[in-house]
C-alpha cells in the first residue's frame, strides 16, 4: 500500500513530544491564508473535520487530514511532513517549542499512482 503521507524522523520526534505533553492530537493541512498553507497539529477538540476533508493517513498513530481543494491539486504527490527550525503557524501545537512543522511533497511515480488508483477502486468496491 502506498502511503499518501509520512513523516521525517524529525517530525516523528516531535510528534511523540506532542503527544506525550498533549495526548491526542491530529493533523490538518488546508490551503487558508491565516495558516501559510501550512499542516497544523491541533487537539481533537480544536477542529472540527467536514465532508470536504480527507484523511491522507496516520503518522504514529496521529491522523493526518487535507482539505479536498488542496487534495484535488496535491492529489498526484506524497506528502512529507518534517520540521524546521522557527515560529510554524499561530494556531498548531508546536508553536511554542522553536520548531515548525513543514509539508514537503514528491510526485507519485506512475506505478505507484497506478496502484493508488487500483487502491481506490477496491475501497469502493
Sequence with gaps: MIERVIATPAALELIAQ????????????SGGCCD?????????TDLTIGAYDVKLGELDG???YIGKLQYD????????LDVIDGQGG???LEGSTGKAFH??????TEEEW????????????
Excluded at 509539508?103 to 507519485?108: E, K, Y
Design 90 to 92: 499561530t494556531f498548531s
Design 18 to 29: 506532542l503527544k506525550a505533553e498533549h495526548g491526542d492530537i491530529m493533523f490538518h493541512q
Design 62 to 64: 496521529v491522523p493526518f
Design 36 to 44: 501559510n498553507s501550512a499542516a497544523n497539529c491541533y487537539l481533537p
Design 114 to 125: 497506478a496502484q493508488i488508483e487500483t487502491q481506490v477502486i477496491a475501497d469502493l468496491a
Design 103 to 108: 509539508t514537503r511533497s514528491r510526485l507519485f
Design 73 to 80: 491539486y496535491w492529489k498526484h504527490t506524497q506528502l512529507i
